[in-house]
């Protein structure tokens, strides 16, 4: 007889949606139905099922071909690389948990590697305007129970977050919310006319990559103050309006996403756009969320600046912590040749890099951590498969409004195969030993290539 388990979380995007319902059979091994995830959320469940699931360590041959391996051959490499590799790249950690990230960190700090997640090509630049200028926030929940003006500026979460509008944002009826999405303005800033702002209020269409003027254009009409007859595209009519909507809130929220973030501007939209949300607190309460991407990616900034200060970008070949984006982030270490192995866990560089940093990446000895197949995997030259987080083993996971969530196990692994915590234990334990006999000038990576 199937059972059901409840309370599940989704562990696919950053809105960590933790009311799903798994459905698996009586011997816990076998998902047969996931309920109330959207599309995305529920594929990953059923992914994790898959007929040609790869379940061992794979080595690549000198003819591209994979041979497979054991997990204690793999931990060996993978240990043999990082020890003896003069300066590693430790990439990733978003679709992990926390528990592995800190594993993880520990091996970095041994090795004297640098840590980076995926917020190098995403939201990284939110995080250095956070530290320039604080920001003014609140979680999911009170969104839900108080927000009446929710704007989404540069991000499209009716495909990236599908449930947030649902669960959080626009549809639900909240404690002081109780009309739902009608009693909610919804205002949505993007260049293109995305399914989101199909669905809102107000959409203001700019130019693409001029959302600093746009912001900037706000602050000036919170003020009353006149403006050019047309700021990024956007006639003043409609700026003027868009500023009395948010003046008028009773309680106001800005998303923002990657139209924002990786544009030109960068951190300084962010900053622009936090500057917003203070200057709106003159006159209601407002807060600023971003939409972050992976399920982890945020538990991934909170483990590094507890254990190191920093959010990403940590360099730790020194000895010490340093953390300074555009010369410590991955795509400035691998365009430099500063690196001399990569080890990826939780994340897809090779889908998401620049071309010129897959190749480098393909060139080095590197690890791949991941139980799926993708584009990093097929350039590593070793790719060790693992059991899902938040299906085949919990652990915590931080939500988008950095609110802390223990995922479940609903299913077993596959027979024999490791989890990520597990695998990162057993490689730290390895690297202290090689560390510990190591001779000053010990073996390059190259060394170790056909280890
Ligand atoms: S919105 Fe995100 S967290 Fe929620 S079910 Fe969909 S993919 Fe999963």
Redesign the pocket.
């Known amino acids: 007889m199937a059972k059901t388990v409840t309370d599940v979380i989704?562990p696919?995007?950053g809105?960590?949606?933790d009311d799903l319902e798994v459905q698996v059979s009586d011997d816990g091994t076998k998902i047969l139905e996931v309920y109330n995830?959207?599309a995305?959320?529920a594929e990953k469940f059923l992914h994790s099922q898959a007929k040609d699931r790869i379940t061992r360590p794979r080595m690549q041959q000198e003819d591209g071909s994979y041979k497979e391996v054991s997990y204690d051959d793999a931990i060996e490499y993978t240990a043999q690389m990082l020890a003896n590799a003069k300066k590693p790249l430790m990439y990733g950690w978003s679709s992990t948990s926390c528990e592995a990230q800190s594993v993880g960190h520990e091996i970095a700090e041994t090795v004297g590697g640098v840590v980076d997640n995926t917020a190098t090509v995403c939201h990284g630049s939110s995080l250095i305007a956070i530290q320039d200028v604080g920001i003014p926030s609140c979680t999911l929940g009170e969104i839900k129970n108080r927000a009446d003006v929710v704007i989404f500026w540069g991000c499209n979460p009716s495909h990236a977050?599908?449930?947030?509008l649902s669960r959080y944002s626009i549809f639900p009826r909240g404690f002081f919310t109780g009309k739902g999405h009608k009693g909610r303005k919804m205002i949505v800033v993007d260049p293109r006319n995305t399914d989101t702002m199909k669905m809102a209020d107000m959409g203001l269409q700019l130019e693409q990559g001029r959302d600093y003027e746009l912001l900037s254009a706000l602050r000036v009409a919170f003020r009353g103050e006149d403006l050019p007859d047309v700021v990024a595209g956007i006639p003043k009519e409609r700026i003027f309006e868009a500023a009395e909507v948010m003046k008028n809130a009773r309680f106001g929220v800005i998303f923002f996403g990657m139209g924002v973030t990786q544009t030109l501007g960068k951190n300084h939209n962010i900053d622009e756009a936090i500057m917003v949300t203070k200057d709106l607190n003159e006159f209601t309460k407002f807060s600023i969320i971003a939409m972050r991407g992976h399920?982890n990616v945020t538990g991934s900034g909170a483990v590094l600046g507890w254990q190191f200060g920093f959010p990403f970008a940590t360099d730790l070949s020194r000895g010490f912590a340093r953390y300074n984006p555009g010369e410590t982030t991955s795509n400035d270490l691998l365009r430099r040749g500063e690196v001399d192995a990569v080890f990826v866990l939780g994340s897809d560089p090779g889908a998401h890099f620049p071309i010129s940093s897959v190749r480098k990446i393909a060139r080095l000895p590197s690890v791949a951590v991941d139980p799926h197949i993708t584009p990093t995997t097929e350039i590593s030259k070793l790719h060790v498969p693992v059991a899902f987080v938040g299906v085949e083993v919990g652990g915590c996971c931080y939500r988008m409004d950095n609110v802390p969530i223990e995922s479940r196990k609903v299913v077993e692994p596959p027979e024999g195969m490791m989890t990520d915590a597990e695998f990162l234990t057993r490689v730290r334990d390895r690297v202290g030993e090689l560390k510990a006999k190591a001779p000053v000038g010990s073996p390059s990576t190259a060394q170790v290539q056909g280890a």
Do not use: E, M, Q
């Open positions: 989704c696919f995007c809105t960590l949606c995830a959207c995305i959320g977050h599908p449930r947030h399920y």
